[in-house]
């Protein structure tokens, strides 16, 4: 091996690495393995890496250079996937062509099958990027440079040698491991990013949770009083988060003068270690001067040698609603019930457990069952639904678990009578009782007749679009403001199954046959102006020449202005070639008749002049005194009957 060989290429190798932190600072504004990067100026920077290393190459003959543009592709192709690689393979080629040489063509051979190793190394190596193996990066550049060296066996045989005696060991011990430490960092630059993004997603998430949920976030130090809160600690006590600052002084200060003492004892309690939480519930007045009820909760993360409290985490949480809920609820109870019972519409209202707390009138009324017959929700899912009814009572025993109003949907009920019936419900939680059960309220709305009603317009419109189909008609939309063209499927079944239907004018004009788009174009703007539109005309689509026939009439908002017009297409072409087809048979029977009329008019003239003849020679015949040779007798009768037309 010589030694200034393996001294170049490890220079060469060097100087990629000194251009591999450039690299490492760009990927901080071109995201790798993200859509937001911008796949062809990554490819031209990274073409521009591989001009500079071809700029400083290992010359072991005139036309023949060695450098690291092999593993710079082949990293491309693994770490930045085709676009880039085709760049930067398109600039390093055509630089290598530039320089010419011996050698080129095997230079454009070997810069070829890097990118094509490393692309496929990316798509059916199964790699992780982020947690690349350095096996993994040491097969690539093995397999990348193994085959580099048999390219050169495309040299003349005296060259080939040469340059495979000089160059394959520092090339096949070089190469593989600068491609693990070229791959390794970009794979760390991953991970890196990853972690990053990752972070600030979680710190995003923890926030809009924050701000969902109404808390806040506090830290405290026990000894010396002092608080760190989040900026959502600030705001829910109407305060600017930049210059709010608390202390325990401060906190105790805000407190209502009820809860006081139950908050300040709850807080000691727990520093001193004789409850085993921290959780306390208490009103604190805002920096507008109204009270609001908070929910604290902490834990202590640190004590000292003494086993005393050091520092404290936790959240504040803004339960003013839920006090409000709780105590409208209270207030409001008995009021409510009755509003429940006397309700239109079917409404249960039910505790976690199972139990009823109370139904509406119109509830019992539709279904038939009575008040003790709904104890509790399994008595209701076991008369409604039947076999069903394991399953529908545990989705309504989640239903205290949201905090909000959840939509179900329909569900087929049996009424006492046997009647099916069709109830649309949504149920929301409604607080809890003084027991701590939560409450639902779940309303329902028969829909029997309106779901009944909607299944048979689908499928009368499954039949009109059966008949459209059927009749090759189907329907367009033009909208005059937008210019847009919208057709049903039968009518883009006419237009071929494809995306060929035209979608705006100017696109519709273009499919009308030459002859006819004149005729269309008038026909078009006369009905826009509020004349009929009724035009048949041909269609071209593909080499495939249709008639069809076009109906429609504008629609006007209540000013008078057109705003759309709609209208029909249906595809005539069999009638039009059933009318062509006529009109021939037409033609041919008129010239035929008219030949006939011809050969009948000479027949019956040359017919007369020889019953001119034959009677001559019968007057001839008397005058000489002779019978007549000829029988024309059947000229008297046509006489006498009127039933000849000769003269």
């Known amino acids: 091996m010589s030694e200034a060989?393996?001294?170049?290429?490890?220079?060469?190798?060097?100087?990629?690495?000194?251009?591999?932190?450039?690299?490492?600072?760009?990927?901080?504004?071109?995201?790798?393995?993200?859509?937001?990067?911008?796949?062809?100026?990554?490819?031209?920077?990274?073409?521009?890496?591989?001009?500079?290393?071809?700029?400083?190459?290992?010359?072991?003959?005139?036309?023949?250079?060695?450098d690291v543009r092999s593993v710079v592709i082949a990293i491309s192709g693994l770490f930045f996937g085709a676009v880039p690689t085709v760049v930067a393979m398109l600039m390093a080629l055509t630089y290598r062509l530039f320089l010419g040489g011996a050698g080129a063509w095997v230079g454009v051979s070997v810069i070829i099958a890097s990118g094509l190793i490393g692309m496929a190394w990316r798509y059916w190596g199964h790699?992780?990027?982020?947690?690349?193996?350095?096996?993994?990066?040491?097969?690539?550049?093995?397999?990348?440079?193994v085959v580099m060296l048999l390219l050169m066996r495309a040299l003349p045989t005296d060259i080939a040698d040469k340059v495979l005696q000089d160059v394959s060991l520092p090339v096949l011990i070089l190469y593989p491991l600068l491609t693990v430490i070229l791959g390794a960092v970009l794979s760390s630059k991953i991970a890196r990013q990853g972690l990053s993004e990752a972070l600030k997603e979680s710190e995003e998430r923890l926030k809009l949770a924050l701000s969902a949920s109404n808390q806040g976030i506090f830290d405290v130090d026990v000894k010396k009083g002092t608080t760190i809160v989040s900026q959502e600690y600030a705001q829910m006590l109407g305060?600017?988060?930049?210059?709010?600052?608390?202390?325990?002084?401060?906190?105790?200060?805000?407190?209502?003068?009820?809860?006081?003492?139950?908050?300040?004892?709850?807080?000691r309690d727990y520093i001193a270690g004789s409850v085993p939480e921290y959780r306390v519930e208490f009103r604190q007045r805002t920096a507008t001067g109204e009270w609001k009820w908070f929910l604290n909760k902490g834990k202590l993360v640190t004590r000292d040698a003494q086993g005393e409290g050091g520092r404290m985490i936790g959240t504040s949480t803004d339960i003013t609603a839920r006090k409000v809920a709780e105590e409208s609820l209270r207030l409001s109870e008995q009021r409510f019930r009755s509003v429940v019972v006397e309700s239109p519409f079917p409404i249960l209202l039910h505790a976690e457990g199972g139990e009823i707390i109370q139904v509406s009138n119109s509830w019992c009324e539709i279904t038939g069952y009575t008040r003790d017959e709904l104890q509790t929700i399994s008595d209701w899912t076991r008369l409604a639904y039947g076999k069903e009814w394991t399953r529908i009572k545990g989705d309504i025993d989640k239903l205290f678990e949201a905090n909000r109003r959840v939509?179900?949907?329909?569900?087929?009920?049996?009424?006492?009578?046997?009647?099916?019936?069709?109830?649309?419900?949504?149920?929301?939680?409604?607080?809890?009782l003084p027991d701590g059960r939560?409450?639902?309220?779940?309303?329902?709305?028969?829909?029997?007749?309106?779901?009944?009603?909607?299944?048979?317009?689908?499928?009368?419109?499954?039949?009109?679009?059966?008949?459209?189909?059927?009749?090759?008609?189907?329907?367009?939309?033009?909208?005059?403001?937008?210019?847009?063209?919208?057709?049903?499927?039968e009518?883009?079944?006419?237009?071929?199954?494809?995306?060929?239907?035209?979608?705006?004018?100017?696109?519709?004009?273009?499919?009308?046959?030459?002859?006819?788009?004149?005729?269309?174009?008038?026909?078009?703007?006369?009905?826009?102006?509020?004349?009929?539109?009724?035009?048949?005309?041909?269609?071209?689509?593909?080499?495939?020449?249709?008639?069809?026939?076009?109906?429609?009439?504008?629609?006007?908002?209540?000013?008078?202005?057109?705003?759309?017009?709609?209208?029909?297409?249906?595809?005539?072409?069999?009638?039009?070639?059933?009318?062509?087809?006529?009109?021939?048979?037409?033609?041919?029977?008129?010239?035929?008749?008219?030949?006939?009329q011809r050969f009948n008019e000479l027949t019956v003239g040359r017919e007369m002049d020889i019953i001119e003849l034959k009677k001559n020679i019968n007057v001839l015949s008397?005058?000489?005194?002779?019978?007549?040779?000829?029988?024309?007798?059947?000229?008297?009768?046509?006489?006498?009957?009127?039933?000849?037309?000769?003269?």
């Open 5 to 66: 060989v393996f001294t170049s290429l490890l220079f060469n190798s060097v100087l990629l690495l000194a251009v591999v932190q450039v690299l490492d600072l760009a990927t901080e504004f071109i995201a790798i393995g993200r859509l937001n990067y911008r796949p062809l100026i990554m490819g031209i920077f990274l073409g521009v890496i591989c001009v500079g290393v071809m700029m400083v190459p290992l010359s072991l003959l005139p036309g023949v250079f060695f």
């Open 127 to 145: 790699i992780q990027l982020a947690s690349v193996r350095w096996r993994q990066l040491l097969g690539l550049g093995v397999v990348v440079h």
């Open 239 to 267: 305060y600017d988060p930049e210059i709010f600052r608390e202390t325990r002084k401060n906190w105790i200060k805000r407190l209502h003068p009820d809860d006081r003492e139950k908050a300040v004892k709850a807080y």
């Open 407 to 432: 939509y179900e949907g329909d569900f087929n009920i049996q009424t006492k009578l046997g009647d099916k019936r069709i109830w649309e419900f949504s149920s929301a939680p409604l607080g809890s």
């Open 438 to 489: 939560r409450l639902v309220i779940s309303m329902a709305m028969d829909v029997t007749e309106r779901r009944n009603a909607e299944q048979a317009l689908i499928d009368n419109e499954v039949s009109m679009r059966r008949i459209q189909k059927i009749a090759s008609l189907g329907s367009w939309c033009f909208d005059i403001n937008q210019g847009r063209l919208d057709w049903s499927a």
């Open 491 to 596: 009518a883009e079944y006419i237009f071929g199954y494809s995306n060929m239907h035209p979608k705006n004018l100017e696109e519709f004009y273009n499919l009308v046959y030459p002859e006819d788009r004149e005729k269309v174009e008038q026909a078009i703007n006369r009905g826009l102006d509020g004349d009929p539109y009724d035009i048949e005309y041909r269609i071209v689509i593909g080499e495939l020449i249709k008639w069809v026939r076009a109906v429609g009439e504008l629609t006007r908002d209540a000013s008078g202005v057109a705003q759309t017009a709609v209208g029909s297409i249906q595809d005539i072409t069999e009638r039009k070639r059933s009318e062509e087809a006529l009109i021939g048979q037409a033609e041919e029977l008129k010239t035929r008749n008219e030949e006939l």
């Open 622 to 647: 008397i005058q000489l005194g002779e019978k007549p040779p000829y029988s024309l007798a059947f000229l008297d009768v046509e006489v006498r009957t009127g039933e000849c037309d000769h003269p």
